[in-house]
């Protein structure tokens, strides 16, 4: 029996025995918004949705994002009933035209899907892999079958490894170093994109982060696949547990990474990516979409995401400050304008609402919070 149906954006459905997240719609919305993007600049949009559970994102892709055609696949046959029914046209409005013709079904493992991809040269303008844990497994294929230009939407679980608490184990999958410190949840981001870059370097491609969101231990990734042709974004983030300071450290400085303040040498992680964790203009179009969709939740969280963009690979916890300074913990945002107002950047971040990002040394950030 069918339980009760629910209503996530223009989404019907049901989830059955489907693993479903209501928490984790930001991210959903964010690749609906996305998506569409994608589509109002190509003028088309085909979704591969590997992993796809009840449907929901297949759904929200056809009627928010406008695909054009979608391949919906879970490797458990036991989702049938469920599966079927959500995307069938009779919860479907029939002005979206979201017939038959216009998406597949199939109950794959995810190598077989890629597979009879790459057997039959099938490429796709999305794929979406919501996967657990570590999706190393799975980011050949979606490479492979990825259109150029065409964008990749990718999960991670695992915040254990990719904060740093299970170094051996990201060494293994990630072939990066982790270690722990108050920005590894942003470092976590970054070794994925890293990772993404690596393996996308191995088939003569590139990447390019759209947006990298967290959220509750979930990490997710947009990235686009273009022709290689940037510099080496790769290298380290050293973090001094002394004082707190971290810098960015090149393949070149690995022998010489001491803290500048203090001495002692710099607890490292990496490689990871160390460009930007989010395409400002790409973010700007979808702000703008979600302005136009009434999403005023997403819209500041966009704003936020725009702001740290270009901003240092790390972020200070105002409660690191009040540790570090035996005080009371200050407010982020007085510390954000004090820091702009002697001219350096600082940004909130979407990661921790009570971090900050800055250019500045945790020293310096240290001294106008005790001024504060």
């Known amino acids: 029996m069918l339980d009760r149906r629910q209503q996530e954006g223009k989404a019907n459905f049901t989830v059955g025995s489907a693993f479903f ?10 690749g609906v918004l996305a998506a569409a993007v994608y589509k109002q600049t190509t003028g088309h949009l085909q979704v ?6 009840c449907g929901v994102r297949s759904q929200r892709y056809a009627l928010e994002s406008n ?11 036991d989702m049938a009933p469920i599966l079927e029914d959500n995307l069938s046209c009779d919860f479907i409005p029939i002005n979206r035209d979201f017939i038959p013709n216009r998406y597949q079904i199939t109950y794959h493992s995810a190598d077989r899907l890629f597979h009879e991809c790459y057997q039959s040269q099938t490429t796709f303008d999305l794929i979406d892999l919501d996967s657990f844990g570590l999706p190393s497994a799975f980011l050949k294929g979606c490479l492979q079958t990825v259109k150029p230009g065409g964008l990749l939407y990718i999960t991670a679980t695992d915040s254990r490894t990719l904060a740093g608490h299970n170094p051996d184990h990201s060494l293994r999958q990630l072939g990066a170093w982790a270690r722990s410190h108050p920005a590894a949840h942003e470092q976590g981001l970054r070794l994925l994109i890293g990772h993404c870059w690596q393996q996308a370097q191995q088939l003569g491609l590139d990447i390019q982060p759209i947006f990298s969101y967290f959220q509750g231990q979930i990490y997710r990734i947009m990235v686009q696949v273009t022709p290689s042709l940037t510099p080496i974004p790769l290298g380290f983030l050293g973090y001094c547990h002394h004082c707190g300071h971290y810098q960015t450290v090149n393949w070149q400085q690995l022998s010489r990474a001491i803290c500048p303040d203090q001495g002692p040498p710099l607890t490292l992680s990496g490689p990871m990516w160390l460009g930007p964790l989010h395409h400002p203009e790409w973010l700007g179009h979808m702000q703008h979409l979600a302005q136009e969709w009434g999403w005023a939740d997403r819209i500041q969280l966009l704003q936020i995401m725009i702001d740290e963009a270009l901003m240092p690979p790390y972020f200070f916890p105002v409660s690191e400050l009040g540790r570090r300074g035996k005080m009371d913990i200050p407010k982020r945002d007085l510390i954000i304008n004090q820091l702009q107002q002697q001219g350096y950047q600082a940004s909130r971040t979407h990661i921790n609402a009570q971090a900050f990002k800055t250019n500045v040394s945790m020293g310096h950030a240290l001294e106008i919070a005790i001024a504060l």
């Open 67 to 77: 695909a054009d055609w979608i391949w919906a696949n879970d490797a458990n046959p």
């Open 48 to 53: 591969l949705d590997v992993m796809t559970g």
């Open 21 to 30: 997240r209501p928490s984790s719609r930001p991210a959903r919305d964010l």
